[in-house]
């Protein structure tokens, strides 16, 4: 958003009925849409700042607006940004002011001060639009709502969807459509900023429910401005402060009577030509505007302003205004990877937290939700995460120019960022022969499927790890790609990426069969049953198992919210090796490539979105209670305390009790793996010893 844009345009602004979009098809910014619902009153929900996982409400919430859009005859199709456009130096400005609000509010939490505390949660910047496009995707998919992704800034980008089915827009993809004259969409609603690409008209306010819309023209902004031309427009908005480059530091400082930004940005270019360049090139002496390298951070920005990259209709990646681009768009555009993984991208089938660590090289660890003050989250995000992040990166560079296999990526972290630290690509292992070994079609899958069906077994990860408990089976399942015959149903492209994402994280060895973590494992899972969401939590755990970040001190002393941000970290590393296996099998020629069933696939595996500290804080509460009476271990006593939890610390609790329950059988799971791992857990004696404790306590 452009800093007080508001203030400037909302005078400038119309509004007009909904009905007015009877009929029409709406592009829609869907980091806009987010951060309004987000912010919403009637759903904002200010503690995800300090509990994390997702918004209680946001089902329910899109829900209604998607009934409503269609109640008006409104088709909406959503747009997602991409890659981050090349590299920014400020990468932990956000993360800055999101601690510095975490820590107010944490200290006025432990005055005392809750309702304080809860406001100032509800102001922390910690929690952002991109934290909830997996789940926000998925909650499209399943009310059948279009969606693409963007391969660079949804402001830009406004390529047609694939398919006579595919009309789509997106902030930038209406300044594209717009460009051409098409007519895919009628209207395109999202921030101020899609003014920065020649749009000519915004929807800035889209509410079905209220049953309004507010709208901007180009022509009044310019005309607000004392009728500048559009190249003066959009630099007074760049030094304003936009997702492409920070407000210009002299208008911070900026003590002018201006109401807002863009006139005072005005007001400076006036002097200097009307320029921003100009503006730029006078300061660059002062020492805050070289400090944050400014002058090249405009000129990379302007540029990818004008230049901007888009996925045509026809799967290509081209530039606005290609003609008189520079041959060196990369440097501010980011490293280009081939079209085919643009195209992966904007279905849905992979997001771009990996492509982005490859095309910009870097990799900027921001802190946690508790802002990650402890040695042992520190040590995990620098070191302990990094094979499983390496092994990610790996798969997808051996499948991209040979350049990337032995390039390095940087890894930045939060509390020590003026220092890089590489990750060394030459070092790993080539996947390539593992994955190639996974190619199982539906005449051997199907009939193990419908074996493990029968006995229960379900979830991509219980029936992957549970099928090669039969020697036979996993005997069979080491084939190579027929060209003749490729993967071809869901089925088989979900169960071949499962098994090569658990052979590449050690569960499976090159015979297929179970290795001990395998084995482990599978206990666990065994465990577990059907529920998916302790399959995960099972997992996850297992993983955090083999770090030895599993044992006494955690048990007992660990800090929940840095556990909780520990997991979080571990869930998303997964999910990232996870999502590269799937791509890499459409980008090997594995799978039949023409479907249109690729985000259903990606959506449906695994660790798609995180968890909140929930659960964990209703087992607290229920055991610190516990151990504050004279017969902890008394049925009566637990049943007392459980209805406490349901009546005065939980009331609005469907099922607390329930809660207990599953969080016990976590537990059982997971100490399940622990016992029947052999030598690869130490102080197996802790957790025989804390499993005699809890179950008095159950």
């Given amino acids: 958003m452009i800093p007080s844009f508001d203030d400037f345009a909302t005078p400038l602004s119309e509004v007009a009925p909904l009905s007015e979009l009877d ?39 899109v829900q209604n607006e998607i009934a409503a859009f269609r109640d008006a005859n409104i088709k909406p199709i959503f747009v997602f940004d991409g890659l981050d456009v090349s590299k920014t130096k400020a990468v932990f400005q956000q993360a800055d ?13 432990n005055q005392h001060q809750a309702e304080n505390a809860v406001t100032a949660f509800g102001e922390s910047c910690a929690v952002t639009a991109e934290s909830f496009y997996r789940y926000f995707q998925l909650l499209l998919q399943e009310l059948g709502v279009e969606f693409q992704i963007a391969p660079y800034s949804a402001l830009a980008q406004v390529s047609t969807l694939y398919g006579s089915q595919w009309r789509l827009l997106t902030p ?24 920065l690409f020649d749009v000519d008209k915004v929807i800035t306010r889209l509410d079905p429910q209220q049953g309004d819309f507010m709208w901007l023209t180009r022509r009044a902004c310019l005309e607000g401005l004392g009728n500048v031309p559009s190249d003066v427009f959009v630099d007074a908005c760049m030094l304003s402060g936009s997702a492409f480059l920070p407000t210009l530091p002299q208008l911070e400082a900026n003590n002018s009577r201006k109401p807002t930004k863009i006139k005072a940005a005005l007001d400076l270019m006036n002097s200097f030509g009307r320029s921003g360049i100009n503006v730029c090139l006078h300061y660059q002496d002062d020492p805050q505007f070289r400090q944050m390298d400014y002058l090249d951070r405009y000129r990379r920005s302007r540029l990818a302003v004008k230049h901007h990259a888009i996925l045509t209709k026809d799967g290509k990646i081209e530039l606005f205004d290609q003609t008189s681009a520079p041959g060196d768009s990369h440097e501010f555009i980011g490293q280009r990877l081939p079209d085919e993984v643009y195209f992966y991208m904007s279905k849905g089938l992979v997001g771009p937290r990996v492509l982005n660590w490859r095309t910009i090289g870097e990799i900027a660890q921001g802190p946690p939700l508790d802002n990650g003050d402890s040695n042992d989250y520190q040590r995990f995000v620098r070191s302990q995460i990094i094979p499983l992040r390496v092994s990610a990166l790996s798969a997808l560079s051996h499948y991209l120019h040979r350049v990337y296999v032995h390039k390095d990526v940087m890894l930045r972290v939060w509390f020590d960022r003026n220092n890089t630290n590489p990750l060394i690509m030459r070092d790993a292992a080539d996947p390539k022969p593992v994955l190639a070994g996974w190619n199982v079609k539906s005449a051997l899958l199907n009939s193990r499927l419908d074996q493990l069906n029968g006995r229960g077994v379900s979830g991509a990860i219980g029936v992957a790890v549970e099928s090669l408990t039969d020697p036979a089976f996993a005997k069979q399942t080491n084939v190579t790609k ?38 482990a494992l599978e206990r666990g899972l065994n465990v ?20 030895e970040l599993l044992h006494q001190h955690y048990m007992f002393t660990g800090h929940l919210l840095g556990f909780h941000s520990m997991v979080t970290t571990m869930r998303q590393a997964l999910r990232d090796l996870e999502e590269m296996c799937l791509l890499t099998l459409f980008m090997g020629g594995d799978a039949e490539r023409d479907r249109d069933d690729l985000a259903e696939i990606s959506l449906g595996l695994p660790f798609l979105t995180d968890n909140d500290c929930g659960l964990g804080i209703a087992v607290k509460s229920y055991l610190d209670e516990l151990a504050g009476q004279p017969d902890p271990t008394s049925p009566a006593t637990r049943d007392a305390t459980r209805q406490k939890g349901s009546t005065e610390w939980f009331p609005h609790s469907i099922d607390y009790p329930g809660d207990l329950e599953k969080a016990f ?34």
């Fill in 172 to 195: 930038q993809k209406l300044a594209y459509l717009e460009q051409r004259g098409t007519d895919f969409v009628d209207a395109v609603s999202g921030s101020h900023e899609l003014l």
């Fill in 528 to 547: 577990a049953g059907s529920d998916i969401e302790i399959q995960e939590a099972v997992f996850v755990a297992v993983e955090l198992l083999r770090l």
């Fill in 482 to 519: 027929d060209v003749s015959n490729l993967l071809q149903s869901k089925d088989e492209i979900v169960y071949n990426t499962m098994w090569r994402f658990l052979h590449l994280r050690g569960y499976i060895n090159d015979e297929h069969g179970l290795t001990a973590w395998g084995k």
């Fill in 665 to 698: 059988k976590i537990w059982d799971a997971v100490y399940a793996a622990v016992k029947d791992s052999g030598d690869l857990v130490k102080e197996r004696k802790y957790w025989r010893e804390t499993d005699e404790w809890l179950t008095q306590r159950r």
């Fill in 97 to 109: 002011e999101a601690v510095r609000a975490n820590t107010t509010a944490w200290s006025l939490y």
């Fill in 23 to 61: 009929g029409a098809v709406v592009a829609i910014e869907a980091s806009h849409y987010l951060g309004r619902l987000l912010m919403n009153p009637s759903s904002k929900e200010p503690l995800l700042a300090a509990l994390g996982g997702l918004p209680f409400t946001m089902r329910t919430t």
